[in-house]
């Protein structure tokens, strides 16, 4: 008879976390045409490991990171702001377009040790897709010459993505995090790590 009972308790807990399961969407890119990272063949033989990171408060965002690019490569970070009254989890898990217009950002260059460290404020009534990149057109000329031109010498690497930028086509490297604002269920305010798809984005 005990059998019975842990038994229908264990069918009644899977029944209640089938009725409750969240289904992620991929986030968007910033350009409107590109291609997912899975689709993108790594055609060069130099690949770019970027580990990114932020912490936050109610005012700023602390971008810092370890890559392996060269000392004087430049990094981009940015805030995007997602619609007012966006749904909470739409924000997690990057079901709804950012808005392209409402980006602000900045840039950084990579120390000698490899780190960078950049800050940016924020707003604490908005929602934000928050974001770390490499974009070889930002590029000084002896960063160039090992990635290309336009990165077409960047291996295969996490968060590899493909962009445009007055009619050429770039590859680069796009990590991404969600921002809610405090006031919201879904609101962490500590740190994100961050990663090619929102969805994946975790505290740490």
């Given at each position: 008879m005990g059998k019975?009972?842990?038994?229908?308790?264990?069918?009644?807990?899977?029944?209640?976390?089938?009725?409750?399961?969240?289904?992620?969407?991929?986030?968007?890119?910033?350009?409107?045409?590109?291609?997912?990272q899975?689709?993108?063949?790594?055609?060069?033989?130099?690949?770019?490991?970027?580990?990114?990171?932020?912490?936050?408060?109610?005012?700023?965002?602390?971008?810092r990171g370890e890559t392996n690019l060269p000392e004087g490569a430049v990094i981009e970070v940015s805030l995007t702001q997602f619609p007012e009254g966006t749904d909470p989890l739409n924000v997690t898990n990057g079901s709804v377009d950012p808005l392209p217009d409402t980006k602000i950002g900045d840039t950084g260059e990579v120390a000698e040790d490899g780190?960078?460290?950049?800050?940016?404020?924020?707003d604490p009534e908005k929602q934000y897709q928050i974001s770390t990149q490499f974009r070889p057109e930002q590029q000084p000329p002896q960063v160039k010459e090992t990635y290309g031109e336009t990165g077409e010498n960047i291996g295969k690497s996490e968060g590899l993505s493909e962009y445009e930028v007055d009619g050429t086509s770039y590859r680069g490297i796009a990590l991404y995090a969600p921002l809610n604002?405090?006031?919201?269920p879904g609101y962490y305010m500590g740190k994100w790590n961050l990663k090619p798809e929102q969805?994946?984005?975790r505290p740490y």
């Open positions: 019975l009972k842990v038994l229908a308790a264990l069918v009644s807990v899977l029944l209640l976390l089938s009725g409750c399961r969240v289904i992620w969407v991929n986030p968007p890119l910033e350009a409107a045409d590109a291609k997912p899975a689709d993108i063949p790594a055609a060069g033989i130099e690949p770019i490991d970027i580990q990114a990171y932020v912490q936050y408060d109610k005012r700023k965002i602390v971008f780190t960078y460290l950049i800050v940016l404020q924020r604002n405090v006031d919201e969805k994946d984005a």
